[in-house]
């Protein structure tokens, strides 16, 4: 079978050469159903991206509104309490704390007990004690507590010639 | 204020359709195996178009070529997804036996049983080249392929439909 005759089979057959096309019904059908598509897609896009960003402002706003940055600053810390006292050698080598220091010390720091512990160890006193023919020198004591609640004790001897 | 751009979009499409809904019906009808499938064809091809009004390129021929190969995509999804091949062989074949036994009749349900076995590429290229007349180059622009491929399909088309036409002749 050549080509031209094969074109001629082709045309014969030609599925579009009997039929008449669309008619005016049809044609009216269709057109109305692709030109009312338009507005359907442009409402159904046209409204998303105004949402989203509604939405996303909102959420930042929400964001900087509860951001920790944004929340006034704490009151500034407390000085630290400084109590000097001078005692005399044989005294106890740690004098209970006053009640200033202890009323600034938060409560969820309990670790150092100092003053409490001397009593329960009446063995360094007696080791103190027992040495009498080398008195030791007045020392100065000074203690402070941090504002986080550490407690410091600093003794220095005392130069009697100042 | 807001009217300006849909109604420039609808007057657009109006003209779109009104330029080309008898063309692409004649060519749906010569892609698919019947007239329904033609209709729908052509209204998919058109919805696509309002969906998508930027993707439709200014120009009577630019936006012929458009539509044109958007049926003929629409046709490769329809073959692809309904595996129609055969069945609209057989199914024609049938039809021309039973209800149409003139021979012009037998004649044109043998020849869509032949182009329905043939892929959509193909089969737009026979029809475009071989039923509308359109000469390769057209054919070429509007299915936006090369010439040599366009050549290349009609050359194996030839060959397929000579032997499908000779087998369904028998």
């Known amino acids: ?162 | 204020m807001d009217r300006t751009r849909p109604q420039t979009a609808t007057d657009r499409l109006a003209r779109l359709f009104d330029a080309h809904h008898e063309r692409l019906f004649r060519l749906a009808r010569r892609l698919s195996s019947d007239r329904e499938e033609a209709r729908d064809l052509v209204q998919e091809a058109f919805l696509r178009a309002a969906r998508q009004p930027s993707a439709v390129p200014e120009g009577e021929k630019p936006e012929e070529a458009w539509l044109v190969r958007t049926l003929v995509n629409l046709c490769r999804d329809r073959f692809r997804r309904l595996g129609v091949r055969r069945q609209a062989a057989e199914s024609l074949r049938r039809e021309a036996a039973s209800h149409h036994p003139e021979d012009a009749a037998v004649a044109r349900a043998t020849v869509q049983a032949a182009l329905a076995r043939l892929s959509p590429r193909r089969r737009a290229v026979v029809v475009l080249h071989e039923l509308e007349g359109v000469a390769v180059r057209e054919v070429a622009r509007l299915l936006g392929v090369a010439e040599v491929t366009v050549r290349w399909h009609l050359l194996a088309a030839r060959r397929d439909l000579a032997s499908l036409l000779k087998e369904e002749r028998k």
């Open chain 1, 1 to 162: 079978m050549n080509d031209d005759r094969l074109s001629q089979l082709l045309r014969e057959g030609d599925p579009a050469a009997q039929d008449a096309g669309l008619n005016p019904d049809e044609i009216h059908t269709m057109r109305r159903t692709v030109l009312t598509a338009i507005p359907e897609s442009r409402s159904r896009l046209g409204w998303l991206p105004l949402a989203a960003g509604i939405a996303g402002v909102i959420v930042l706003a929400l964001l900087m509104a509860r951001a920790p940055w944004r929340q006034p600053p704490a009151a500034p810390p407390a000085a630290p309490q400084v109590a000097a006292v001078i005692t005399p050698a044989p005294a106890p080598a740690v004098a209970p704390a006053p009640e200033p220091a202890k009323r600034s010390r938060p409560s969820h720091r309990r670790a150092v007990r100092a003053p409490k512990a001397l009593p329960a160890r009446p063995e360094a006193l007696m080791t103190v004690a027992s040495l009498p023919e080398k008195p030791e020198p007045a020392t100065r004591e000074i203690r402070f507590s941090t504002s986080g609640g550490t407690r410091v004790i600093w003794q220095m001897p005392v130069n009697d010639s100042r």
